[in-house]
C-alpha cells in the first residue's frame, strides 16, 4: 500500500528499466567457432508435466488470479469493470484497495488513489480475491477477499470476507467466513473459474513437507456454487503433475486459443536467475516467456487496459527510483521466443510504471 509519504512518490512516474530488458539482453560478439547465441542465458529445461484435467473452454484472453504465496490478479472493488488493485501494507498490515481510473496511461495516473478497507491482516500468509459469494445461484461480478492464517491455532484455515455490495472504505467487506482448513506454508495458492461456471475455484500446489507431493501435483477445489462455509468447496481433484520447482503458479490465457494455460516462475540453470513460463493444456506444451524475473519480487496478473488480454504486473525490487510497479501489456498475439530471449508475448514497457515505492506493500495482487 502507499503511506502519506510513499503517495508522492508514486505520483513521480518515470523511465523504468525492465525485467526483460534481462531477457533480451545486449549481447557481445560469439567466440569465435561459437554457435550465435551460445553466450546468452539458456532456458530451463522443463520438467515432464503430465495433463490430468484440462480446464473449460471460453473467450480467448481469460485473465486469472494471484496474491502473496503464489499467483494473484486483480479485481473489480467499486464495480466500474475496471480491475484494481489488492495490497497488504507491510507496517501495520492494513488491506487496501488502488482502484483503476478507468483509462490505462502507462503512469501512475492508472492508478492514482488509495483506499483502506481494513485493518489487522498482518497475521495472513496469503491473501486473494475472486467471485465466491452471490445472489439468486449466480456469482457477483465483486470481488471478495480470500485469505489464509499464518499464526496460531487457527494456522491453516482459509477465509472469506465477502464484498458488502458497496466500495465504502472499511464498510466494504464484511466478517470473515471459515471455508477451509489444512492449508500448509510452502504451498502455491491462485484463484481461477477452472471450469467456467462463473464462480471462481482454487487451485493448490501443496508443499512438498514430508516427501507428501514430490511430484508436484496441483489440484483444484471446484466452488460448488453455493456459499456455504466449510461446504463452499468441493474436494480437491488433480489437474496436472511436474510442478515440484514451480516458484509460482498462475492461470491465464496467454496463448489466446480460449483456453486457460498455466503461467509458472522456475529457477533457471544460471543460480538465481528466474524464467517466466507458459504451459499449454490442450497441447500439452511450454514455452518460455523470458529471463531476468528475478529483479521482480511481485506478479500480478490483470488486464489493465481492457483489451481481454492478460497483462502482466511485476515490481522491481530495485532500480531508480525503487520498487517501481511495471506493466508487461500482452502483444496480443502468441509467438514466444524458443529462447526466451525477447520480447513476442510481453511487450517491452518502454518507460510504462505505475509508480514507486511499491515496497511499503507485501501483498500486491
Same mark, same amino acid.
Request: hydrophobic share 35%.
Given at each position: ?5 510513499? *503517495?508522492? *512518490?508514486? #505520483?513521480?512516474?518515470?523511465?523504468? +528499466?525492465?525485467?526483460?530488458?534481462? %531477457? ?12 550465435? =547465441?551460445?553466450? $546468452? ?12 484435467? @484440462?480446464?473449460? @473452454?471460453?473467450?480467448? /484472453? ?5 496474491? %502473496? ?25 492494513? $488491506? ?11 503512469? %501512475? ?26 445472489? =439468486? ?14 499464526? =496460531? ?19 466494504? +467487506?464484511?466478517? @470473515?467466513?471459515?471455508?477451509?482448513? /489444512?492449508?500448509?506454508?510452502?504451498? $502455491? ?47 480437491? !481433484?488433480?489437474?496436472?503433475?511436474? /510442478? ?6 498462475? #492461470? ?12 509458472? +516462475? ?31 519480487? %511481485? ?14 504486473? *511485476? ?8 520498487? !517501481? ?14 529462447? /526466451?530471449? *525477447? ?23
Amino acid at each position: 500500500m502507499i503511506t502519506a509519504v510513499s *503517495a508522492t *512518490a508514486l #505520483a513521480a512516474s518515470t523511465v523504468a +528499466l525492465s525485467p526483460s530488458a534481462v %531477457a533480451a539482453p545486449a549481447t557481445t560478439a560469439p567466440a569465435p567457432g561459437a554457435k550465435p =547465441g551460445a553466450d $546468452l542465458p539458456k532456458p530451463p529445461p522443463q520438467t515432464k508435466r503430465t495433463v490430468h484435467q @484440462k480446464p473449460a @473452454k471460453r473467450s480467448p /484472453g481469460d485473465v486469472g488470479t494471484r496474491s %502473496a504465496g503464489s499467483g494473484g490478479s486483480s479485481g473489480d472493488f467499486n464495480g466500474d469493470g475496471w480491475p484494481d488493485i489488492l495490497a497488504r501494507t507491510a507496517s501495520n498490515g492494513e $488491506l487496501k484497495v488502488y482502484p483503476h481510473s478507468g483509462t490505462y496511461t502507462g503512469a %501512475a495516473s492508472t492508478y492514482p488513489s488509495v483506499v483502506t478497507i481494513n485493518g489487522g491482516w498482518g497475521a495472513m500468509r496469503w491473501i486473494g480475491r475472486g467471485r465466491m459469494a452471490g445472489a =439468486g445461484g449466480q456469482p457477483r461480478a465483486l470481488s471478495d477477499v480470500i485469505a489464509i492464517e499464518d499464526t =496460531g491455532p487457527t494456522a491453516g484455515n482459509m477465509y472469506v470476507h465477502v464484498h458488502s455490495g458497496t466500495f465504502n472504505g472499511t464498510s466494504t +467487506l464484511n466478517a @470473515k467466513v471459515l471455508i477451509s482448513t /489444512g492449508w500448509t506454508p510452502g504451498d $502455491l495458492v491462485f484463484v481461477h473459474d477452472w471450469n467456467n461456471d462463473g464462480w471462481d475455484d482454487i487451485l493448490r500446489r501443496p508443499a512438498n513437507i514430508n516427501n507428501s507431493n514430490p511430484n508436484g501435483n496441483t489440484y483444484v477445489y471446484l466452488h460448488s456454487k453455493v456459499f456455504n462455509g466449510t461446504q463452499t468447496l468441493q474436494p480437491g !481433484q488433480l489437474v496436472i503433475d511436474g /510442478g515440484a520447482f514451480d516458484i509460482e503458479q498462475n #492461470a491465464a490465457d496467454m496463448t489466446g486459443d480460449g483456453s486457460p494455460d498455466l503461467v509458472f +516462475l522456475q529457477q533457471g540453470t544460471t543460480p538465481g536467475e528466474q524464467w517466466l513460463s507458459v504451459y499449454d493444456f490442450q497441447t500439452s506444451q511450454a514455452y518460455t516467456l523470458g529471463n531476468g524475473w528475478q529483479v521482480t519480487d %511481485a506478479l500480478v496478473i490483470s488486464d489493465v487496459n481492457k483489451d481481454t488480454k492478460p497483462d502482466v504486473l *511485476a515490481r522491481w525490487n530495485g532500480g531508480t527510483p525503487p520498487y !517501481q510497479l511495471i506493466p508487461y501489456i500482452h502483444s496480443g498475439s502468441f509467438v514466444p521466443d524458443p529462447m /526466451g530471449r *525477447a520480447f513476442g508475448v510481453l511487450k517491452a514497457p518502454n518507460g510504462a510504471n505505475f509508480g514507486w515505492g511499491w515496497n511499503v506493500n507485501n501483498v500486491i495482487t
